[in-house]
């Protein structure tokens, strides 16, 4: 019998999953289709046992559910528990068990474009709300040495470095201290909203004592270049956006379902074309 997945959120209609699933599932012959569910945060509870119910093999959770879905779930993974989100829901028998695949997606797709593991670099974190949270938690459980997290309101930042359950050297910064001791990072990590429609124009840091050698990552990717990417490049830096970010967290998905990791630079082509060219 042909396998269902989905996704939940509300709204739901933009998403790109369902046609980087579907695509992955037909190039692998696999008999599934997954199918964008838009579910009201009032009707989660009846969403999860509807699924549930109905035989839904897995399931993508996005915005606003992440955090709520926790505790309708029957398991969660150790990381997802620590980033206090599930993005992934895998079914085991009658169980459903949550997962986080943001974090990882991210570090993947970033020592992948930096050419080699980023765990020993000295990291520049920007942000510090749920997507930094995914990324902070996943490099210190991997073994990254030191994370630095500048963000504008320091009781969040403090907040998630205090909360952290793997070890980590940090150091918390404000906006204007990161800007001035920017030349010691090699990798700067950029998670907030700032350089996203309409404010396109805008940089949370001020670019100008980047060294020449770093690496920008954005986890933003559209547009496909902002403003603190430009920035970067002009001085020199390489850049990243968070279209593989974006990717990678669906591929790791695709295999907790499946057991099979799918071809990555076809699920990229994907989102790109639906993107309309959009490089990564
Ligand atoms: P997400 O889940 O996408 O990470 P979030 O949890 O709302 O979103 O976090 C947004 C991040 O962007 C936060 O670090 C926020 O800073 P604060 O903790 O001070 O709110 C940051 N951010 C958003 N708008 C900002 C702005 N205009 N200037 C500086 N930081 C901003």
Redesign the pocket.
């Known amino acids: 019998m042909k396998k269902l997945y989905g996704v939940i959120g509300d709204p739901i209609g933009h998403s790109m999953s369902p046609d980087m699933h579907n695509d992955a599932f037909k190039a692998l012959g696999i008999d599934a289709h997954y199918q964008p569910f838009q579910i009201k945060s009032e009707e989660l509870k009846m969403a999860v046992l509807g699924m549930k119910a109905i035989g839904l093999s897995g399931f993508n959770v996005t ?1 606003p559910h992440k955090t709520a879905i926790m505790p309708l779930l029957d398991e969660i993974d150790p990381l997802a528990e620590a980033i206090g989100a599930v993005n992934t829901v895998v079914r085991k028998g009658n169980r459903f068990i949550g997962y986080n695949t943001d974090g990882e997606g991210f570090v993947h797709g970033l020592n992948e474009k930096y050419g080699r593991s980023v765990l020993d670099q000295h990291i520049l974190l ?8 995914a990324i902070y938690y996943t490099l210190s459980q991997q073994g990254a040495v030191r994370v630095d997290i500048a ?3 320091p ?3 403090e907040q998630l470095k205090g909360r952290c359950p793997y070890p980590v050297e940090t150091a918390l910064l404000s ?1 204007e201290e990161a800007e001035k001791k920017l030349g010691e990072y090699d990798i700067i990590i950029q ?4 350089g996203m429609s309409p ?1 396109v124009d ?1 940089t ?1 840091i001020n670019m100008d004592n980047i060294r020449p050698d770093a690496f920008v990552s954005d ?1 933003i990717y559209n547009p496909a270049e902002t403003m603190i990417m430009k920035k970067a490049g002009i001085q020199g830096a390489r850049v990243q956006n968070g279209l593989k970010m974006f990717v990678y967290q669906g591929a790791l998905a695709f295999e907790k379902w499946t057991g099979i990791l799918p071809d990555l630079k076809r699920m990229e082509k994907i989102v790109q074309n639906k993107l309309g060219g959009t490089s990564c």
């Open positions: 915005v920007i942000g510090a709300g749920g997507a930094a949270r963000n504008r309101t009781e969040k930042a906006l998670t907030t909203s700032i404010n805008e949370p986890i």
